[in-house]
């Protein structure tokens, strides 16, 4: 199909298709559950830009008695992930994030969902999925922003906020204490002799944002890379969940019940987590004009929370983690805007894959830096 007639589908057309797929392969992943039955599927809007997502619950005999519980499928883009290929035999990003975010739940350290077994059959839901359990809880939005409307300006006292901020980092802790090494993620490692470092994840970066372009220019991101390059500190790899913010955690009582959204998981300075989750509150409230809201930690409480729990050294430093972060989510930008105007969303002369929020915030945090854009 021609790119400009390129439309955004779902890997399956209707909620009653979904049932009777997920239906059959319920029944042969849990062969023990009796009078297993699919119901209740619920399709939200799929955008085609990240993983798919469908939301079922089952129910079955156990020992004679009944059992309902809710599910999420996870299923891949179409066009794959967003995020760079970390290495190689990780192309489906949503068997990357399968297999993470089973170690990491047997790790224990935080709250992950129950996971089924991975399914690469596409022939089952059209690509592959894998399912988890639904956990209960709330999510802050990003349209409108958590920092605008919903239940954290609406509702969360200013106790509710810091219990939130500070449960968010102390998940951010818990992951930087762990040893990729202990969990055998070999597999993650963009060296492939075990010695994964700050630098493999810039050339990685380097190469996507340049193959990504196709040739276009892109002043901004370019002298992001360079800068970081020359700045590096040294810092020992360990486990970067990647996507390190609010609205990647489900909520109950303000505090963390489940990590969500791996698939920017990398083994990289977990500096790069902290200064992720500054940069997305920069974005969520300087760059939106929107007043901060009562009790949460600000950016030099949040960064002291993070050093004093994990016994790691970052304040010298936070601004370099921050402005890796926006590279990285410029960077993405790329791909996801590109995407955009293939599905007609946006006109192709806007040039969002250059042109964008994210750029403008990339922008002025290597301006505070008293670094020339293209120079």
Known sequence: MAEQEEQVQKAVADPETYREALDGWMKRRMPEATAMRVHDVDMPRATGFSNETVFFSASWQEEGRPVTRRFVARIEPPDGG?????????????????RIMQAV?????????????????ASVLGRPFFVMEFVEGRIPADVPRYSQAGFLVDEATPADRARMGESAVATLVALARLDWRELGLSWLDPSGRGEPTLRHQLDLYRRYVVKELAGREHPVLETSLDWLDRNAPEAPAGISWGDSRLGNIIWQDYRCASVCDWEAVA???????????????????????AKRLEGFPTRAEQVALWESASGRKVADAIDYWEIFGAMRFDAIMIK?????????????????????????SLARLLERQGVAIGG
Do not use: K, Y
């Not at 350290?109 to 991975?118: C, G, I, K, R, S």
């Open 336 to 360: 996801l805007g590109d995407r955009m105007v293939r599905a007609g969303i946006v006109p192709a002369d806007l040039n969002m894959p250059v042109v964008n929020g994210t750029t403008d």
């Open 267 to 289: 083994l990289c300075p977990p500096e790069a987590d902290i200064g992720w989750f500054v940069m997305f509150d920069r974005m969520s409230f300087d760059d939106l004009d």
């Open 105 to 121: 739940r047997d790790s224990g350290v935080v709250p992950m969902p129950e996971l089924l077994p991975f399914e690469g059959d």
């Open 82 to 98: 967003l995020f760079p290929v970390q290495a190689p035999g990780l192309e489906v990003s949503c068997a990357l994030q399968h």
